[in-house]
């Protein structure tokens, strides 16, 4: 049912979106891109019993153009495609369950465990760069109230970062750390460290800004969209230098209890 | 010959998929011979067996293509379909520059595929036929005796016998003797057969 026209002839605002729901596309956008991606690997898994389907229920029609053929035959053949049918269900429903997981689903959770989970992403990818990875736990932190995939998306961007920012240094020399804390305000943080070179003073006034990047082949949208996720958690993203060399990108959130 | 029955090697990974290309198959009257992996096949693959196959281009382990690539190595005949998923244009556009016999996009029409396959066991129907072909003239050549190797030599280089003699150091009666056993010996019916039965064995085909 669509809406009813609205016959007054007024306009509704259109074009001028301000700063937060352009941000609001920006993060859509990344998802997007995600689901996109996602839906490649679905189409292929869905054709698979499909095709399955396709050849047994084509068989079936000729076995059944023909006067010999044995009934046991095209019961199997059934058979097989309600299997196949099912399969296929099945693969729409985890898409469901995997659909309604992106939708921003929030849940007390430990910082420490996320970074965790992601360190074994990230392990990979940094022995690759040959870069050193460590990582520095504070104990005792409080949860935080966040959507797990969205914070985790920020922090595999400031280690893609750093691991980006390091690729001039000789192999082996690299660093990245990660750390979690708290910050003097009591807020959950989460620092990515390393000792690549750091954002040059002309980078470093537009370093949150959409679409700037300092790469070649960047979008410029890992930092904006960083810094849209926090807000959206009432926290924010930022930069400090990292001692003695080298970049600190940081996220910080409200703790729950204080939520 | 008799050859035996063409069988046609389905690789897929998804079983759902390989079973209902068999039971397809079947249908038909054509046999299917299932497997779920490239290296299942490369384990299984007899040469002499005429066939073709249904190849799946993405299969974790050895890709489709590997597995062609891997055939062309050792100088297989056999014929390849491959069977690509929607995403899959480029990987069958490879498949094709690497001499597949043709590709099909999941899912397909029975009867495209049906069509396809008669084609392709057409195709290694003749190529064995040439083979066979090649290794009955091998066998013949392979009696010559060095000297009527020489002869036959120059016979299709078109010289003529008083030259050959004169190379040879060898009378004229002598060459024609030579030319007669080669004639004889290669079953050819005329020189311009023995040139052609000649070319053929330089052209050398692959081997299975």
Redesign the interface.
């Known amino acids: 049912m669509s809406p009813n026209p609205d016959t007054s002839g007024a306009l509704a605002p259109v074009g001028v979106a301000p700063a937060a729901t352009l941000h609001g596309r920006l993060l859509q956008v990344s998802r997007m891109a995600t689901i996109g991606e996602m839906a490649a690997g679905v189409a292929h898994e869905l054709n698979q019993p499909l095709t399955a389907i396709a050849n047994y229920a084509q068989a079936c029609g000729r076995l059944l153009g023909r006067a010999d053929t044995d009934p046991a035959e095209l019961r199997h053949a059934l058979a097989e495609i309600t299997l196949q049918a099912a399969r296929a269900a099945e693969i729409i429903r985890r898409l469901r369950a995997l659909a309604r997981s992106q939708q921003s689903a929030r849940s007390a959770v430990s910082i420490n465990a996320l970074i965790r989970e992601l360190i074994e992403l990230v392990e990979g990818d940094a022995r690759l760069h040959g870069v050193q990875l460590s990582l520095a736990l504070a104990d005792d932190l409080p949860e935080v109230l966040v959507d797990a995939a969205q914070i985790q998306h920020v922090i595999l961007n400031f280690v893609r970062n750093s691991l980006e920012a390091l690729a001039a240094r000789p192999s082996g020399s690299g660093r990245v750390h990660i750390g979690s804390g708290l910050s003097p305000l009591g807020e959950v943080e989460v620092a990515v460290s390393d000792n690549g070179p750091g954002p040059t003073a002309e980078a470093m006034s537009r370093l949150f800004d959409p679409f700037f990047s300092t790469k070649e082949s960047g979008t410029g949208m890992g930092l904006a969209i960083s810094n849209t996720i926090a807000r959206l958690h009432g926290g924010s993203v930022g930069y400090r230098p990292s001692r003695p060399e080298g970049a600190c990108f940081y996220i910080l959130l409200p703790p729950q209890s204080g939520a | 010959m008799q050859e035996p029955a063409p069988t046609i090697y389905v690789v897929d990974d998804?079983e759902?998929?390989r079973?209902?290309?068999r039971?397809?198959l079947?249908?038909?009257g054509l046999t299917a011979r299932t497997l779920a992996s490239a290296r299942e096949f490369l384990d299984s693959y007899r040469p002499r067996q005429p066939g073709c196959m249904v190849l799946d281009v993405?299969m974790p382990g050895m890709s489709g293509l590997e597995l062609q690539q891997q055939l062309n190595l050792r100088g297989a005949i056999i014929p390849v379909i491959f069977i690509t998923?929607?995403?899959d244009i480029p990987m069958a556009v490879e498949a094709m520059q690497h001499g597949a016999f043709d590709f099909l996009q999941?899912?397909?029409?029975?009867q495209d595929l049906i069509d396809r396959i008669q084609r392709a066991l057409e195709r290694d129907a003749r190529s064995r036929a040439a083979l066979a072909q090649h290794d009955r003239i091998r066998e013949r050549f392979d009696t010559l005796t060095p000297r009527e190797h020489e002869v036959l030599s120059l016979m299709t280089r078109g010289k003529p016998n008083k030259v050959m003699a004169a190379e040879l150091g060898v009378s004229q009666r002598t060459v024609e003797i030579h030319r007669a056993r080669v004639m004889e010996k290669t079953g050819a019916a005329s020189l311009a057969q023995l040139v052609r039965m000649a070319m053929d064995l330089e052209s050398s085909p692959a081997r299975p």
């Open positions: 998804d759902g998929v079973n209902s290309l039971f397809l079947k249908s038909v993405r998923g929607h995403g999941k899912p397909f029409r029975d």
